[in-house]
């Protein structure tokens, strides 16, 4: 009869060692890391953005800075898009940190498009005399 395995016995390529149980701190440090560090590479990725505007002496010249910028845009987004999801295997609360700030990115932006067309209505239901 053939010896079927032990089941105390981890698979092939698996490690014995349990997983390091994070601290408190730890945890706040890497959830902080996340949400920090997402608000201050976006924004310099923002700040570059807007302040690459040029007076460039062709109108080609200025779609194509255009066109540079969107492609740089869409790629950004997509490596925040991969580092979220690798990291949210490897660092969890790095990972979850990241997403809270962009959930409260937009928080901020519906709160202010909201306003903003309440603002702009406005005019709208106010009698005139």
Not at 39 to 60: D, E, H
Not at 64 to 69: C, I, Q, T
Request: proline share 5%.
């Amino acid at each position: 009869m053939a010896e079927q395995p032990e089941s105390d016995k981890p698979a092939e390529g698996t490690s014995n060692k349990p997983k390091k149980q994070l601290t408190r701190n730890e945890i706040i440090r890497d959830f902080l890391i996340g949400f920090v560090g997402w608000w201050i590479i976006s924004g310099l990725v923002w700040l570059g953005v807007t302040n690459a505007t040029f007076t460039l002496p062709s109108r080609i010249w200025n779609e194509l800075l255009a066109l540079f910028e969107l492609i740089f845009l869409l790629l950004f987004f997509l490596t925040q898009l991969i580092a979220l999801i690798l990291l949210a295997f490897r660092r969890g609360w790095i990972a979850l940190g990241m997403l809270s700030a962009i959930a409260l990115n937009l928080m901020i932006t519906l709160f202010i498009g909201l306003t903003q067309n309440a603002f702009c209505f406005a005019p709208f239901f106010v009698p005139l005399r």
